[in-house]
């Protein structure tokens, strides 16, 4: 296996290593630990299907299954992350499973609709746009470098808020997707998780967390305070210092940290370009702790 850094603080390239095969005790430890000290890790040349990315992802976790039934893939726990569909057909731009994908255009971390969101994202790609073409890329944020840089009255601001996260909300921002069923909205009620998010596994460093494709609510603010406060931490956590955008080549296999890093797409040419990539989600297994939540509270880490 051969490994390289991508950023100064974060994201490793690695080459010359298969992820389609049985991956051995210390492997698995080398990129357990990689993945949690460098948070995105990107495997080059891979060769892999829906049931290869399953059975890989299944070494970090139990996959976690789409909150739409078979709306947007075959298999409830891969995702297709795409504007082809199934069986190859390039899909309509107003077709639901694309503006889904525009919607990623927005800073998010995976699944922060669940009370108990998702640890780790792995995303194959299988067809992607050509290099000289604009957009298409997949962009990171780090939010532990962004939350230490933050000035001490921002911190002193987002310690107490919380963030409202509902997966129907979706439908605010794209407002020509389907409604959910009653079924749909039952399982996926709103959550809300702290802005200042605690890791325990990481001796209680502080990181931001937020999203942009859900909702905007703020808890104990105005939802124009709320949107106020967003767009200062969009613009905030946009800039260049704490990110790295990934420029696809196809076969490569990106894995990273939802805990730590937002990501987005960088919108590109729906309709002229195809775009395919299935994805794996390893579920999470511990609410998100913050700064005055009581496990936190109780180690005398705030
Ligand atoms: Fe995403």
């Known amino acids: 296996m051969d490994y390289k850094n991508l950023t100064d603080n974060f994201g490793v390239e690695v080459k010359n290593f298969d992820c389609s095969k049985k991956i051995e005790h210390d492997e698995l430890n080398f990129l357990k630990k990689t993945i949690q000290d460098k948070h995105f890790i990107c495997f080059k040349n891979q060769k892999l299907d829906g ?11 139990k ?8 709306k947007t893939k075959g298999k409830i726990e891969i995702f297709n992350v795409s504007n082809v569909s199934e069986d190859g057909v390039h899909l309509d731009s107003n077709d639901q499973r694309v503006i889904l994908q525009k919607n990623n255009s927005r800073w998010h971390t995976d699944s922060s609709y669940r009370y108990l969101p998702s640890v780790f994202s792995i995303l194959y790609g299988q067809e992607t746009l050509p290099p000289e073409v604009e957009g298409g890329q997949t962009q990171f944020s780090n939010m532990l470098a962004a939350y230490d840089d ?4 921002k911190k002193n601001l987002l310690q107490p808020l919380h963030q409202v996260h509902s997966y129907n909300d979706i439908r605010r921002l794209e407002p020509s997707l389907p409604e959910l069923t009653y079924e749909e909205k039952c399982n996926f009620p709103p959550v809300t998780h702290p802005i200042v998010r605690v890791h325990p596994d990481r001796n209680f460093r502080k990181s931001l967390y937020f999203t942009s494709n859900t ?3 703020i808890g104990g603010m105005s939802l124009e305070q709320g949107k106020d406060l967003h767009k200062w931490l969009i613009d905030y956590i946009s800039q260049p210092k704490f990110c790295y955008t990934h420029n696809w080549q196809k ?20 309709a002229k370009y195809r775009r395919a990539m299935i994805r794996g989600t390893v579920e999470g297994e511990v609410p998100v702790l913050g700064p005055f939540s009581n496990e936190v509270r109780l180690n005398n880490k705030t």
């Open 63 to 70: 996959l976690e299954a789409y909150p739409e039934k078979d």
């Open 251 to 270: 076969n490569d296999l990106i894995m990273w940290d939802n805990r730590v890093l937002l990501h987005r797409v960088i919108p590109y040419d729906y």
């Open 215 to 217: 909702s905007l609510e």
């Open 150 to 153: 933050l000035p001490e009255d």
């Open 51 to 61: 049931d290869t990315l399953a059975t890989f992802t299944k070494n970090f976790g």
